[in-house]
């Protein structure tokens, strides 16, 4: 009899790690239905049931039993089972039951995901930090968190922001309150006035009803002013009065209205100079101006870009739908040593894009775009020996006899210069076809053109 029980007890310990190594590779996979049969279950089955609801995707579990018996089902659901089904039910019936819980699963995950999403929001701690210039300006930022002065924030294009303002709302004591966003490039004069001040009904074609502006609607929060220098010279009067006097008036109203807001302004363009050429009133620039945050573009903070891009990566896998684990060390070094005229943003998409492209498990160089392909070499010769690089290529008169950081954007400059004078060349001149193809705004390409002395006109 000990023979016998000894026997039994191996056999319970082989079944238990069986169910241990299950659980372990279902850990690493996603699935919807796990679907087991009573036997490979060590006793008691119930407690194997509940290490399920433990994974990650918490799949539903179906016990397949030889001879249902009715108070063994009632202790497999209690522990959190599906269903428990006869072995013989007929096709037709478990498929019916699967496609039931199926629906019933996609109705449970849709409203975990909504509750998430609705919870997942900017922190300052999600801005990546490894460079000795984002970490000073995290600090800055830190500070100002809980002020309630306005803030300017600047930055190229893609650098991200909005993302940033919504990070200084949710840590400070507005975050209860609304955050509202506008962008004053995106609308003429009229409606732009509308969005922001509201307007009373009938106070012009189409003003069937009152409506409140962006102003009322973000009172006790944050209102944040995307590309303000775009905002007409006669709303800029009026929004220096709101930050003055903390009042508004709606479009056609003659009523005062008090409101409560936090205002953030961005722009992706140098406010001093549009200042300086009168087209952004001076006194308005000194109260946006309180504090001004600009925002490292990605080329300097390089430091940064291997955290960033396996971070887009962990993001986007579960909405591209393939299992990515990683980018080589190849392709990471063409990603680090690429300039990134498009910030963040730029990097988001190649990710995404090479997360589309690619073949296996870990993206490479092969799945990046062209343009950063093309950097491979150059990263290559970066890995030659010293005697080597000299005896292959000669620097430019000069290049030696300046600091690193000096030759650095020296050189990203110059890479930037004939990024945009092929991309000029390709699309004829089109700044609007040039920018799409580079990920950008077509007033960054505008800007960088001017910035390197390149007129569409000569590319046609």
């Keep these: 009899m000990r023979n016998a029980l000894a026997g039994k ?83 037709d019936i478990l498929g019916a039951t699967f496609a039931k819980i199926l629906k019933r699963r996609a109705q449970i995950l849709k409203e975990r995901f909504l509750a998430r999403s609705f919870a997942q929001k900017p922190r300052l701690s999600d801005f990546v930090s490894n460079s000795a210039a984002m970490q000073a300006f995290i600090d800055t930022v830190t500070r100002v968190v809980n002020s309630d002065c306005a803030l300017l924030i ?4 893609g650098v991200g922001k909005e993302r940033l303002a919504r990070a200084i709302h949710n840590e400070s004591a507005r975050s209860d309150s609304p955050f509202v966003a506008i962008n004053c490039g995106a609308l003429p ?43 007409p010279l006669p709303l800029q009067v009026k929004l220096l009065r709101v930050l003055q006097d903390h009042t508004i008036q709606r479009v056609g109203g003659e009523k005062t209205i008090e409101v409560n807001v936090r205002v953030m302004a961005a722009s992706n363009r140098n406010i001093e100079e549009e200042r300086k050429k009168g087209r952004f009133r001076e006194d308005l620039f000194y109260r946006l101006s309180v504090m001004i945050l600009p925002v490292p573009p990605l080329r300097e903070r390089h430091e940064d870009i291997p955290t960033l891009a396996q971070s887009f990566v962990d993001y986007l896998r579960p909405q591209i739908g393939r299992e990515i684990d990683g980018i080589d060390a190849q392709a990471m070094e063409a990603l680090v040593a690429y300039p990134w005229p498009g910030n963040v943003r730029e990097l988001a998409n190649v990710i995404e894009r090479a997360m589309l492209l690619c073949r296996g498990t870990t993206i490479t160089l092969d799945d990046l775009a062209h343009g950063i392909r093309g950097l491979a070499d150059m990263i290559a010769f970066g890995n030659a020996s010293a005697a080597d690089a000299a005896e292959t290529i000669v620097l430019p008169q000069g290049w030696a006899k300046k600091p690193w950081k000096m030759l650095r954007d020296s050189f990203i400059q110059e890479i930037e210069r004939r990024y945009l004078a092929t991309l000029l060349k390709t699309t004829g001149g089109r700044v609007s076809k040039a920018a799409k193809r580079a990920g950008m705004a077509s007033r960054s390409v505008f800007d960088k053109m001017k910035t390197h002395k390149l007129r569409k006109e000569d590319f046609r």
Excluded: W
Aim: one cysteine or more; glycine letters at 8%.
């Design 9 to 91: 007890d191996v056999v319970i310990e082989t079944v238990r790690a069986q169910n241990h190594q299950l659980l372990r590779r279902l850990s690493r996979e996603a699935g919807d239905i796990v679907i087991l049969s009573l036997d490979i279950l060590p006793p008691p089955p119930s407690e194997a049931i509940e290490g399920f609801s433990e994974l990650p995707e918490s799949p539903a579990v179906v016990v397949l039993v030889d001879e249902p018996h009715p108070h063994q089902g009632t202790d497999l659901v209690a522990a959190g089972c599906e269903a428990v089904l006869s072995a013989e039910t007929p096709e």
């Design 154 to 157: 600047m930055g190229e294009t």
């Design 189 to 231: 004069e009229g409606p732009l006035e509308s969005e922001l001040f509201g307007h009373v009904e009938g106070s012009f074609t189409g003003a069937t009803h009152s409506r409140r502006g962006c102003f009322e609607m973000a009172h006790k929060g944050t209102l944040f002013l995307d590309e303000i220098v775009e905002t």
